[in-house]
């Protein structure tokens, strides 16, 4: 690349053109399976057929619109996808991730008088200012494998953690690629101390809602409820639409401010069309129960065929996400590429030394079955070894905090 600004080395000099399903085309017709749906955002699989439609037909009409007048029927698709997630209160649409997190919090900065934020260490949130400044983190590494029956705020990993009307902002299982399971117990623990204190909850759901863990929110698996989520990557199936629901109360509360906030492209007709259609696939296909499927039978498929893989640490899975750690013996980067060689396109993390499958919820057994047979033929104790070594990786910038 010479004119766009690098900041993500490239993994080859692969050309993508088109891509359909779970597949990414060459010109020359070579193919390759996208096990990481985009970065994590093609759930239904590339150029779904109905998105497609639903986008042409929208773009034809209304892309962009002055906020001033804004079409009632944006109030009515608003209305649908509350329903459809099963999320009582009010919706803002906006464009990525990193924009709906930093809103959020602003909000949650209207309503609590204490701007302290918490999250977990490790706990990717966004991409600017307010979020990746957060000082004040819990870490989940000493509490994932913490073997107490019980969890106590007098706990030196949460002592003086939590102070008075603080807001709480985590994503609940994938933390920077890891994909790790808050345990319960954590979760009790902390939102009892939030709410006592008059704290706020932000899911942040941005990797994780809409199905990824075979639940329309991460936090369904902790039978918490948070007053904020955050939605973005999937909700457009590639098309950049995120979201913030917040709670009936927290909307009455921003609304009796009379808060004004201006975006060029907030709740834009186009981007909120995209979202509507993409929930009513995932509802009318049922895609959330297939990806609850896919992911047990992919995860207990990977244990069952890795198991005796002395290069492999831990594989955890929920849902469509799936995490495999492996030891120092192996660098993930370059098993990513050998099987780039094979035709498939993995996630990786350097820094943490993991392999990452967030798949399109369309991939079928049979995929499933060929991937994990070529993940193994990597992994075999037979080929040559890339041993990790931190400092001579072949990574030319310095570590983001996110990879
Ligand atoms: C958990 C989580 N939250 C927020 C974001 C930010 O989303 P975006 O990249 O669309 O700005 C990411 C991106 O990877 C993420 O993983």
């Known amino acids: 690349m010479n004119y766009i600004l690098n900041t993500v080395p490239l993994l080859s000099d692969v050309e993508i053109t088109n891509a359909k399903g779970i ?47 804004l079409p009632s029927y944006i109030d009515k698709v608003a209305e649908r996808i509350l329903k ?25 900065g209207l309503i609590n008088t204490n701007k302290s934020l918490i999250t977990f260490v490790d706990n ?12 004040n983190k819990i870490d989940i590494w000493k509490c994932y494998k913490c073997d107490s029956s ?10 003086n953690k939590i102070a008075e009307n603080a807001t709480l902002i985590f994503d609940p299982f994938c933390f920077s690629r890891n994909v790790i399971e808050i345990p319960q117990k954590l979760i009790n623990t902390l939102i009892a101390e939030v709410r006592a204190k008059n704290g706020i909850v932000i899911l942040d759901e941005v990797t994780t809602g809409l199905g990824r863990t075979g639940k329309w929110f991460g936090f369904e698996h902790y ?54 259609r993409l929930v009513q696939i ?12 896919q992911g047990a039978f992919f995860l207990e498929l990977l244990k069952k065929e890795l198991r005796t893989s002395e290069y492999v640490v831990e594989i955890r899975g929920k849902g469509l996400m799936i ?29 943490f030394n993991v392999l990452n499958i967030f798949p399109p919820f369309i991939i079928t057994k049979k995929e499933i079955t060929k991937i994990v047979q070529n993940l193994k033929e990597c992994l075999d104790p037979t080929i040559e070894l890339h041993e990790r070594n931190i400092n001579n990786i072949s990574y030319p910038y310095q570590y983001l905090h996110r990879i």
């Open 23 to 69: 597949y990414y085309y060459e010109k020359s017709g070579k193919r390759f399976i996208d096990l990481e749906s985009g970065i994590w955002c093609t759930s239904l699989g590339h150029s779904n057929r109905e998105l497609i439609k639903t986008i042409s037909k929208q773009i034809a009409k209304l892309i962009h619109i002055n906020k001033r007048v």
């Open 84 to 108: 459809i997630v099963g999320f009582e209160g009010k919706i803002f649409f906006l464009n990525t991730g990193s924009e709906a997190i930093e809103f959020a919090i602003t909000l949650a």
């Open 124 to 135: 990717y949130v966004s991409a600017y200012g307010q979020a990746t400044g957060i000082e």
């Open 150 to 159: 019980k969890c106590s705020l007098d706990c030196q990993v949460l002592k």
């Open 223 to 276: 039978n918490i409820q948070p007053d904020i989520v955050v939605l973005g990557k999937s909700l457009g199936n590639g098309y950049p639409v995120s979201s913030v629901l917040v709670s009936t109360k927290i909307a009455n509360e921003i609304e009796n401010q009379k808060f004004s906030y201006y975006q060029s492209h907030q709740n834009d007709p186009l981007g909120c069309r995209v979202a509507e």
């Open 282 to 293: 995932l509802e009318k296909e049922k895609m959330i129960k297939r990806a609850a499927e």
């Open 323 to 351: 995490a495999i750690e492996l030891s120092n013996a192996h660098c993930a980067e370059n098993i990513a590429k050998k099987l780039l060689n094979k035709g498939i396109i993995i996630g990786f993390s350097i820094k």
